[in-house]
């Protein structure tokens, strides 16, 4: 695969504005996770309510990138998991295509027109950490035929095969022959983490949840990996939630950015605008604290 080279330093105006007014695929209404703390005061002991995620709302469009920027602790992870439904809401609710989603992990409870398992197939999220989200006693072929017989039907071990070395070769790792056989641990973190998105791909989702997919991976990578992700929203039409806490790759892949904050969404608006000329002070000093964007993207010469 080809990656398109790119000034990391202004922002992307490749998408076109037929992505910008992409219909929405999965929203997000007043979001809310909260999680009882203990404490202890002395010999006593109480338990107090912390609000990860507080009244949140936000849509993700087909064909486009939204970024969801804040420091550790700001709560875009755990939204990144409430929208992949790995953990359940403490209030509002989820929208795939229009269709509330069902109760269960990801849901409020009550009835919806959108079943777990249809949810699932739909909306997938890759993690940080791409060792640890994958089985390591297992080969890549497997790993990557449990997903392809979950989601595809295939007729048989060696359709699963196939099309298992067609994922490998969709995000780059190639020869695919080369992948399939070795463990997790053979390969490096950046062939791991396109292990990951090729095994997201074989659902045929519309949305893909990027968790900080590229903070653990060597700063010469990070920008290839970023690439990918842009082909992978153009090519595949998905709508991307791309969960990062640096502003210079938010800036240049992504269309809108959400700033977090303690859990609430403090900023949001179309990415160079928001970065160029921040309202909240909270992304002001994300941006004071920002290194420079182009080390941040692995930039020749870094």
């Known amino acids: 695969m080809s990656i398109a080279a790119a000034d990391p330093g202004t922002p992307d105006r490749s998408t076109p504005d037929t992505a910008a007014r992409g219909e929405v695929v999965l929203e997000g209404r007043h979001l809310v996770k909260e999680y009882g703390v203990g404490e202890r005061r002395g010999v006593l002991r109480r338990r107090r309510t912390l609000r990860a995620v507080d009244d949140v709302s936000l849509e993700l469009r087909r064909g486009q990138v939204t970024a969801l920027v804040g420091q550790s602790g700001s709560g875009k992870s755990t939204l ?95 020869p695919a022959e080369h992948y399939l056989d070795r463990f997790p641990h053979e390969l490096s973190g950046g062939e791991r983490q396109r292990v990951s998105f090729a095994r997201a791909l074989a659902a045929g989702p519309s949305v893909l949840l990027a968790d900080e997919p590229v903070s653990m991976l060597d700063v010469t990578i990070r920008k290839a990996m970023l690439d990918l992700i842009d082909d992978l929203r153009r090519e595949e039409d998905l709508a991307v939630l791309y969960i990062t806490h640096d502003l210079g790759s938010a800036r240049r892949y992504s269309s809108e950015v959400l700033v977090m904050h303690e859990g609430r969404v403090v900023e949001r608006g179309e990415s160079a605008q928001v970065i160029s000329d921040p309202q909240d002070e909270y992304t002001r000093r994300l941006l004071a604290a920002a290194p420079d964007p182009r080390r941040s993207l692995g930039a020749p010469g870094d």
């Open 80 to 174: 990144g998991r409430l929208l992949a439904r790995l953990v359940p809401l403490t209030g509002g609710e989820i929208l795939l295509h229009g269709d509330r989603v069902a109760g269960g992990p990801g849901g409020a409870g009550g009835s919806g027109g959108t079943s777990p398992r249809e949810y699932t197939g739909q909306v997938q999220l890759t993690l940080q950490d791409p060792f640890a989200s994958l089985n390591p006693l297992r080969r890549i072929s497997y790993i990557l035929g449990r997903a392809v017989r979950l989601h595809q039907n295939p007729s048989g071990a060696d359709e699963v095969r196939e099309r298992s070395a067609a994922l490998l070769s969709r995000v780059g790792l190639e």
